[in-house]
């Protein structure tokens, strides 16, 4: 297997894979930055010239420059990682490249789609539905009946309540409290939380 991105991220997804009895050997990490040289003894290279059949997770946070990987190279296999100390309920759905992380709560009949990261100990309730290349940063909770829109992060210890849909690549800021729906491209912060501006469009 390849990781793309050599970040503080890739440290956490390298310990995901090592927690379940290293499920993938990594070949090597893929990152431009020419002063990283080795991560946990892993070599880092610059560029890679990848087969039909290879392994590739992409351990960058950021969820644009995720969107923009896994288009560039949809033509690889990735999986999904799951840590052994996650929770996930009855009839779950995970898509491809979605990474769930140590003490994560995923409760029943909950979707989640492609190249998403539930971050440590983040807690998605019970029929949520996460649409592709959403982050759900660590200890986050989304109660019942939420929606997240493709491309949203929702903040370090933001809470949402039940039923709530929040738009396409939102920012919910790190400890806002989300009571009503929220559209498309909104940064909201604080509790109650108000939008306090507008991301760009995603090209
Ligand atoms: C919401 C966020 C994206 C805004 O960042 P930004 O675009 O750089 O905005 P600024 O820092 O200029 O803040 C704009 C205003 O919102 C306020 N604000 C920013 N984040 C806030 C938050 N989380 N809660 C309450 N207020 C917040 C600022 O105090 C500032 O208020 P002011 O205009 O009265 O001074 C960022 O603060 C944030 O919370 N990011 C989430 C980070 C995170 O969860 N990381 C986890 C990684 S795993």
């Given at each position: 297997?390849?990781?793309?991105?050599?970040?503080?991220?890739?440290?956490?997804?390298?310990?995901?894979i090592?927690?379940?009895?290293?499920?993938?050997?990594?070949?090597?990490?893929i990152?431009?930055?020419?002063?990283?040289?080795?991560?946990?003894?892993?070599?880092?290279?610059?560029?890679?010239?990848?087969?039909?059949?290879?392994?590739?997770?992409i351990?960058?946070g950021?969820?644009?420059?995720?969107?923009?990987?896994?288009?560039?190279?949809?033509?690889?296999?990735?999986?999904?990682?799951?840590?052994?100390?996650?929770?996930?309920?009855?009839?779950?759905?995970?898509?491809?490249?979605?990474?769930?992380?140590?003490?994560?709560?995923?409760?029943?009949?909950?979707?989640?789609?492609?190249?998403?990261?539930?971050?440590?100990s983040?807690?998605?309730?019970?029929?949520?539905?996460?649409?592709?290349?959403?982050?759900?940063?660590?200890?986050?909770?989304?109660?019942?009946n939420?929606?997240?829109?493709?491309?949203?992060?929702?903040?370090?210890?933001?809470?949402v309540?039940?039923?709530?849909?929040?738009?396409?690549?939102?920012?919910?800021?790190?400890?806002?409290?989300?009571?009503?729906?929220?559209?498309?491209?909104?940064?909201?912060?604080?509790?109650?939380?108000?939008?306090?501006?507008?991301?760009?469009?995603?090209?």
């Amino acid at each position: 297997m390849y990781l793309f991105g050599g970040s503080g991220h890739c440290k956490v997804i390298i310990d995901v894979i090592k927690n379940n009895n290293n499920s993938y050997e990594i070949t090597s990490i893929i990152d431009e930055n020419p002063i990283l040289d080795k991560i946990f003894g892993i070599n880092i290279v610059r560029e890679i010239k990848f087969n039909d059949d290879d392994v590739l997770f992409i351990a960058i946070g950021n969820n644009k420059i995720r969107k923009k990987i896994s288009s560039k190279y949809s033509n690889l296999n990735y999986p999904v990682l799951i840590h052994s100390n996650a929770i996930i309920g009855i009839n779950v759905s995970i898509a491809h490249g979605t990474v769930i992380m140590a003490g994560a709560i995923v409760n029943p009949d909950t979707r989640i789609g492609k190249q998403c990261i539930v971050n440590t100990s983040a807690v998605i309730e019970h029929d949520n539905v996460i649409e592709d290349f959403v982050h759900i940063s660590p200890n986050a909770a989304l109660a019942g009946n939420v929606n997240v829109g493709e491309g949203t992060q929702i903040g370090i210890g933001a809470c949402v309540i039940q039923g709530v849909k929040i738009g396409k690549w939102c920012t919910i800021g790190a400890g806002s409290v989300v009571l009503k729906d929220v559209p498309d491209y909104a940064v909201v912060v604080g509790n109650p939380g108000k939008i306090i501006k507008y991301n760009q469009e995603h090209e």
